[in-house]
């Protein structure tokens, strides 16, 4: 058979950075082809070529076995070539039906078709298995919600080829299972697949085959049957990865932070929690339950309509980011585009950012050589793939990025982290290694919140975990002992319905 | 992104190519509108000319530091020209009625011009006002004030105060010592300075800078002071080279800083930028128009050449960031 697409010998650098060298993959007709690597593989920038958002250095593109060039995504979607991003590409103030049908709206007399553009749009969300209002603005959806949108968007086009990357990185467990369903219809029309995901578990779902890429270059292609997930770790981090996440042990009785009675209108609901020192107290939940929220208001970049804060039994008020660094917090936001870093300025700036005023004398000299000195051991420390601390940090990887953040507010020295996704969208060698960073500030006696969307990774890091649904916290459980099912059961409110064993201490 | 492939040996020419796309296309096109200029016109080549075009450059490089500054944070200062305008009629009529009090009347003026920045900037930081059309609303406003003021050029500055201007320290003229000084202290404040990191980090990322610890409003606000305040001191050297108040006079610097910080490489979207570039943009401008009047060039196309030089240079920028 001939294969629908092929790339070969494709070669793209940046400035610094080889990010493709000689990558050659070929795909058939109806496949459904897994993509991984660690970030800063290749990956994205792969898919960025197929696509023609990104030139290539070198190397030929073959669709149907004619040689192409995608000057631009336009002429690609005219290929039926599409991708679904993970970054989100929609128009805020539009509506969910405007943005799916973006660019191809249905007109009659040269007037926009309403009732054919909800009703198209509508068809393509039933598909899913999601029932949105087309008519509602995309800036009032939630995160998961705008990734359905996303993947609508993608549908609507009809495309021969598909890509999709890190379709599920915002989705929770049903709806992931209904885009498996979907991405298998399509399959059975035809239509051709490229899926990066991080969670190598969802590949042997979807996929039939997998190509692996490692620093910009090809490791091979295997079919998925004959892997395990060990396999596929091997071929990415090119070493046995043993421990996914660091042993506990470093949680102490002290009570370093506490919040009492935080309330934020309509988003939380007069939320408690104690931190101890040495701890890494887990937030878990279904998306959207406020943990986002809680998350900002803890650190002051949301002011909360109630609350009050303790740090070492003694009461703060923390208005404002500024203040909470101040008075000893630190936070590791969920949106690393959005506000984690400065993209478009270095390595050294935004790693010096929280704590330039430290490096001052009299508020007006940087001391050069102490601040640079902090920069280097950081990027040593953190093995912060850069081609030196003046690159800028829009080049780098998702995880080296992530890298700079947790760099940027270990300078900070916080007596409390707040730490929101911490590794979301990064691959599985850097998360292990962030993973470690976050356990050893534990050790020294950090108290360490974590908002994460990821059962293991909240299994894995944390000593307690506080469940959250709809602005509450509806149920502590032991970090050690708990196990995903009492979490759902916790998060979804199953427990009306079922009064089976593994029942969580529930507090209302 | 291995390092391997970050570490590869570079050819000479590699690094000569390296060189060239780190240097501005501005200092580029600087230098080849002197050797133009200098080619076409014999007289440019004069110690003299020099001179001129420099004294005669220092309002404008003055009050483009300020701009600069703004647009740093993406910002933008349409009332710059107001300002000066205002100054030099402020300045001109009391020195005129009150020679002896040189030194209150210069305070006065740059209070006008702190007063001026301190109310856009609470206005465009705390009140999140869009600063093109607060500042082009302020600068309204503010010519209205001037025209009732003087309605046409009057005033005369005092004979001290023209030194400021024509003056020199030895050889060197003042002019030239205040730029140099303006723009070292200036630059080291950007580069050198946590208040210089954090205005690009703010220009850069907004929701980054604040929740990194920085007082966001702050730093804007303070931005707009320091345009006020160096609009008031353009406006202060415009007066003492004219001689007189003059409430159109400030009228173009508006336009022209915005141009020369945009020729400089300063982003209208914030975060990239500096001053250097910016200077070498207000000395295009100079000279260009240096060069249009020794040729007789009408004012009218002097004002088609400058808007289309301001095209290219927003071209410049859009085919810089594409390629990245």
Known sequence: MNPVFEMRHISK????????????????????????????????????ILTGAYSLDGGEIYLRGEKVHCGNPSEALQLGVGAIYQEFNLVPHLTVAENVMLGQVPSRLGRVDRSEMHRRAEEVLARLGVSLDTRRKVIELDVAQQQIVEIARGLARNLSILIMDEPTAALNEVEAQNLFRV???????????????????????????????????????????????????????GRQLTDYYPPRGSATDDVIFRAANVSLKEKLHNVELTLHKGEILGIAGLEGQGQRELARVLFGD?????????????????????RAIETGLGFISDDRKGD????????????????????AVGGVIIKDREEMKYVKRMIDQLD??????????????????QKVVVAKWLGVNPRVLVVAEPTRGIDVGSKSEIHYILRDLARQGVGILMVSSEMPEVLGMSDRILVMREGCVVAELPGDTATEEMIMTAATNAHESSSNGAKPELRD | MSKSSVDRPQSSTDSIRRLLTTIKPVYFALVALVIISAISEPSFAQLRTARNILVSSTALAIVTVGQTAVMLVAGIDLSVGAVMSLVTAVSALLMESHPEMVGWIVLLCVGIGVLVGLINGILVSYLRMNPLILTLATGTALQG??????????????????EVSRGSLGPIPYPVIILLVLYLVGSYIL??????????????????????????????????????????????????????????????????????????????????????????????????????????????????????????????????????
């Not at chain 2, 979207?269 to 001053?275: K, R, S, W, Y």
Request: glycine share 14%.
């Open chain 1, 13 to 48: 650098s940046f400035p610094g950075v080889q990010a493709l060298d000689d990558v050659s993959i070929a795909v058939e007709k109806g496949e459904v082809r897994a993509l991984v690597g660690e970030n800063g593989a290749g990956k994205s920038t792969l898919i960025k």
């Open chain 1, 183 to 237: 991405v298998g219809q399509l399959q059975r029309q035809g239509v051709t697949v490229l899926y990066i995901s991080h969670r190598l578990n969802e590949i042997f779902v979807v996929a039939d085959s997998v190509t692996v890429l490692k620093d910009g270059k090809l490791v091979g292609t295997e079919l998925v049957s004959g892997l395990t997930e060990d396999e596929i770790v091997h071929m990415m981090i």
């Open chain 1, 302 to 322: 949301i002011p909360c309509d109630e609350g009050e804060f303790f740090l070492d039994g003694e009461r703060v008020r923390i208005g404002s980011p500024a």
């Open chain 1, 340 to 359: 984690g870093l400065v993209l478009i300025r270095s390595v050294r700036e935004n790693i010096s950012l929280p704590t330039i005023d430290d490096y």
């Open chain 1, 384 to 401: 912060i793939r850069a081609s030196g601390h003046r690159q800028v940090v829009r080049y780098l990887s998702g995880g080296n990025q």
């Open chain 2, 145 to 162: 004030v001037v025209l009732h003021i003087l309605y046409s050029p009057g005033g005369l500055v005092t004979r001290g105060f023209r």
């Open chain 2, 191 to 324: 580069k050198e300075t946590p208040y210089g990191l954090s205005v690009y980090a703010v220009g850069g990322n907004e929701n980054s800078a604040r929740l990194s610890g920085l007082r966001v409003n702050r730093i804007k606000l303070s931005l707009f002071v320091i345009s006020g305040f160096l609009a008031s001191c353009g406006g202060l050297f415009l007066a003492s080279r004219i001689g007189s108040g003059d409430p159109l006079s400030g009228d173009s610097f508006t336009m022209d800083s915005i141009a020369a910080a945009v020729l400089g490489g300063t982003n209208l979207f914030g975060g990239i930028g500096d001053l250097w570039g910016g200077l070498a943009g207000v000395f295009i401008i100079s000279i260009l128009s240096t060069m249009l009047n020794l040729n007789n060039v009408s004012s009218f196309y002097q004002w088609v050449i400058k808007g289309t030089i301001l095209i290219g240079a927003l071209a410049v920028e859009f085919f810089e960031t594409r390629s990245q």
